[in-house]
């Protein structure tokens, strides 16, 4: 039997730059984390499906779903143990429960189901689709942008996440976010 995964506790916030692809979620983690002299957890799936695109012009499956979650929440863990006061996540469990929701027809696996209702997060800051779309090998809905930005906060919302819009230009943004950073502590 696999052995089970787990969050690890900590005293830090887990901050969640959250949203639809080429919205500027890597750009803030790094900035936030680099303003805050914190880490920043990068996203695993993205050198994944990379790597799996370069060697066999593969995009993601199901399959690959379970392998991100838990490279992703390995990666969290591990920056927790340099992180001080925050922790900026590039994504997390929710965005994998959103992206497998909308890129095969409502499925998610149960697993991920019940990671994404049991890990906790401190707040999320919901990237909006103002930034222009950066074409790759991996990003695929440049014209499905509102849709996409409406389900994720609709999932916020279902799950009682607390969230604010990060808007406009990328000082805007972190001004923005230094504001709601120092309610939260």
């Not at 803030?28 to 994944?48: C, G, I, S």
């Not at 429960?97 to 019940?114: A, L, M, N, Q």
């Amino acid at each position: 039997m696999e052995k089970e995964i787990t969050q690890l506790p900590t005293d830090c916030l887990r901050i969640v730059l959250y949203g639809p692809e080429s919205t500027g979620k890597t750009t803030m983690a790094k900035a936030l984390a680099a303003q805050y002299n914190t880490h920043w957890v990068p996203e695993f799936a993205r050198d994944y499906l990379q790597n799996k695109w370069d060697k066999k012009q593969e995009v993601c499956s199901k399959e690959d779903l379970l392998v991100i979650a838990k490279k992703q929440l390995q990666l969290e863990n591990n920056a927790l143990e340099k992180a001080k006061d925050y922790l900026f996540c590039d994504t997390n469990i929710l965005v994998t429960r959103v992206w497998s929701e909308t890129h095969f027809e409502g499925f998610c696996d149960p697993h991920i189901k019940k990671w994404s209702e049991e890990w906790q997060y401190d707040y999320y800051f919901l990237t909006d689709i103002d930034m222009p779309w950066e074409a790759d090998d991996l990003r695929d809905r440049p014209s499905q942008r509102k849709e996409m930005l409406s389900y994720f906060e609709a999932v916020l919302q279902a799950n009682n996440c607390p969230y604010s819009y990060l808007s406009g230009s990328h000082e805007i943004r972190l001004k923005t976010a230094g504001t709601i950073l120092k309610t939260l502590k």
